[in-house]
């Protein structure tokens, strides 16, 4: 019962910490029943906000936790070939870069991994489940009721990518994907069989159409706060899990439609240090308030080059140099690591920060980052480009790939040209732009994952054997598949491990 406890209390703390003080002087969420704490509308939304907040902060977990979403960006990443950890600095996420901890059934990444996506999961029913009951605007219930139902379909796309094999397109995918859950607390207790991977992407889709359906008619389908779900928002994950699933014409519709009064980032944008929601091709965010913020357990305090802890002090992470040497020397994006002496010695950093060959300086605390303070990016025009020249690649239709793409690499490379590749060629080029365009934001496992493609790490640049473990796990083989907590299969007994 100790996994369910956690989800309750994770429950009680996500809807007091999205509260106003008066708010918490007279609604103590840990004495009451989730009924109860959602009986306004009020309380409704505050269970929303925190929810989101949860996506960036997740007070009482270890400092490695802490971050939220961002925890798991990081993961994804050092999971995967393009992010390089030259040295152990404070050890955190270590053991995921060697592949140890998601397979190790005890470890800490299966299990707050596991908890992480449930808990978003059940939050999102308890609002759910309970908002067409209560008095209010209506717009404003379908808004909060739509908002929740993309989370609850984020967490189950998040944990069917990560515990199921991959989705194999044009096949039946019996295989056993995880538990849908749709209930509230009052049900969390009940055994449930693993649903097959084809199930849970089925619920996916319909919540994903649902949120849409809720976050249209309500009329507020654009948000100024980032951290908040758009109808963008929804699009683009929906353009995610066709692309997971290799539904290539409803990818490029979902990506097309997710990027409505997004523009592409601009060159100067992509040196601004990604850490503001105000950029204009950022769809989706944590827009973190400063004195908010996860300090010492914030994305930026692993992921920048300039926040001042232990961490990043001894341990810049820094890139796949193979990837590096794709980049032309007239793209900006060039600029976001430093290799030479020259490049190294420009960076604005103290003489006690470790400086390492192929570092990054694309992500960076703001002035004030003693603190950790930074947005978040979740979602941006550019990632929806490249899944609509990604998409139409598979299909084929290679002058509009070659057109998305074009639209992309011309706002990086002012000496770019349309490319020539078709086939199989061009679908290189476009992934391997994806790879340089989203390091560091979280793809690059799940990517691996999806395409059924090996883990290759060339032992170049600033890669060191001894942090990494390994150089090469090849597709399809059962490392792909993290495995389930052993906290989780001793409360659900109807929980089948993971080879």
């Known amino acids: 019962m100790k996994y369910i406890s956690r989800i309750i209390m994770l429950l009680a703390i996500v809807l007091v910490s999205a509260c106003a003080e008066d708010y918490l002087d007279t609604f103590p969420t840990d004495q009451q029943a989730a009924d109860q704490v959602l009986g306004t509308i009020e309380n409704q939304r505050a269970a929303l906000e925190g929810m989101h907040r949860h996506m960036y902060s997740m007070p009482g977990a270890s400092q490695g936790e802490r971050a939220g979403y961002g925890n798991f960006m990081i993961n994804y990443d050092f999971l995967g070939s393009d992010v390089v950890n030259p040295q152990r600095g404070s050890g955190w996420f270590i053991s995921a870069y060697q592949w140890i901890d998601h397979r190790n059934n005890s470890g800490s990444l299966v299990r707050h991994t596991y908890d992480y996506y449930y808990t978003m999961i059940v939050n999102a029913n308890n609002i759910i489940n309970s908002i067409d ?234 002035p004030s980052g003693t603190i950790g303070d930074g947005d978040v990016v979740l979602m941006r025009a550019d990632e929806m480009i490249l899944i609509e020249a990604e998409a139409n690649a598979h299909l084929g239709n290679d002058l509009a790939a070659r057109t998305a793409l074009f639209s992309l690499v011309s706002q990086r490379d002012p000496n770019a040209l349309i490319s020539l590749n078709s086939g199989a060629a061009l679908l290189n080029e476009i992934l391997v732009q994806r790879r340089i365009e989203l390091w560091g934001e979280g793809f690059n496992f799940l990517d691996l994952k999806r395409l059924d493609l090996p883990l290759f790490r060339p032992q170049r640049g600033s890669f060191s054997l001894t942090q990494a473990r390994i150089t090469e796990v090849p597709a399809g083989s059962p490392e792909w598949q993290f495995l389930l907590p052993i906290s989780a299969m001793n409360v659900n007994k109807e929980l089948v491990q993971n080879p």
């Not at 995918?173 to 009940?190: A, E, P």
């Not at 794709?326 to 490049?343: C, F, N, Q, S, Y």
């Open 133 to 366: 009951a209560i008095e209010g605007d209506e717009s404003e219930k379908q808004n909060i009721k739509g908002q929740a139902l993309f989370y609850r379909a984020f967490g189950h796309f998040n944990l069917v990518q990560l515990y199921g094999k991959r989705y194999v397109p044009g096949q039946n995918n019996t295989q056993l994907g995880v538990v849908i859950n749709l209930d509230d607390l009052n049900s969390i207790g009940t055994s449930k069989a693993r649903s097959t991977v084809e199930e849970v992407y089925a619920q996916i889709q319909t919540d994903l159409t649902a949120s849409l359906q809720n976050i249209t008619a309500s009329g507020q389908t654009y948000a100024s706060d980032k951290s908040q779900i758009s109808a963008n928002v929804v699009n683009g994950v929906l353009a995610r899990v066709a692309l997971t699933k290799g539904e290539w014409a409803n990818a490029i519709t979902y990506a097309q439609a997710a990027r409505q009064g997004f523009s592409a980032t601009t060159s100067a944008q992509m040196t601004n240090g990604f850490n503001s929601q105000d950029t204009p091709s950022w769809i989706w965010a944590s827009h973190v308030i400063p004195d908010q913020g996860e300090y010492f357990a914030s994305f930026f305090a692993y992921m920048s080059y300039n926040y001042s802890s232990s961490h990043i002090r001894n341990d810049p992470k820094c890139i796949n140099a193979d990837l590096y040497d794709l980049i032309a020397d007239t793209d900006v994006r060039k600029g976001l690591w430093a290799v030479t002496p020259a490049e190294m010695a420009a960076i604005d950093i103290p003489s006690n920060f470790a400086k390492y060959p192929y570092m990054n300086v694309k992500f960076e605390a703001l």
